[in-house]
């Protein structure tokens, strides 16, 4: 979730030189390409089903549940403030893209260089959506890495 942000911010800084989400606005038009790649990871850290986050909650959610460590109360506690931090995640992200995206045009674009993404910026992104969209349709893949380790750990305390 945090490195599309990172990506995002710093592609925006480099051709608007804002840092201010209610100075940005109307970037969807201007900027296809990076609104698109931003629109996927933010569904991806949405946890939509087919992507990584889509995993990692499902991963969280199950674990909390299966496990014997915890008395059903702090269950009840855990998994309640996962759901707040479920509910919350959308509209922070949802928020933050309609302003830069769709906002009003609140910048003068006299010191902004106003161009889409190049052919590195774009070789970049699209390797950040691989895994993120191979681990949401395949996660065995990764999971098959890391069974050992993880039951080595688990032996320790169970």
Not at 61 to 89: A, E, P, R, V, W
């Amino acid at each position: 979730m945090q490195l599309q942000h990172l990506l995002v911010n710093g592609t925006g800084y480099d051709r608007l030189r804002l840092l201010y989400l209610d100075q940005m606005g109307g970037m969807a038009i201007p900027m296809p390409k990076i609104f698109t790649v931003f629109s996927i990871l933010s569904m991806a850290s949405l946890a939509l089903p087919g992507m990584s986050g889509f995993v990692a909650e499902l991963m969280i959610f199950f674990g909390i549940l299966t496990s014997q460590k915890y008395l059903l109360m702090t269950k009840i506690l855990i998994i309640f403030l996962n759901t707040i931090g479920i509910i919350l995640t959308p509209i922070y992200s949802l928020s933050m893209l309609r302003q830069m995206f769709y906002g009003y045009k609140l910048f003068n674009t006299p010191n902004s260089y106003f161009f889409d993404s190049g052919p590195r910026e774009l070789f970049i992104s699209i390797s950040i959506l691989i895994p993120v969209i191979g681990i949401g349709i395949y996660p065995d893949f990764i999971f098959s890495f890391s069974v050992d380790k993880v039951e080595a750990i688990l032996s320790n305390f169970f």
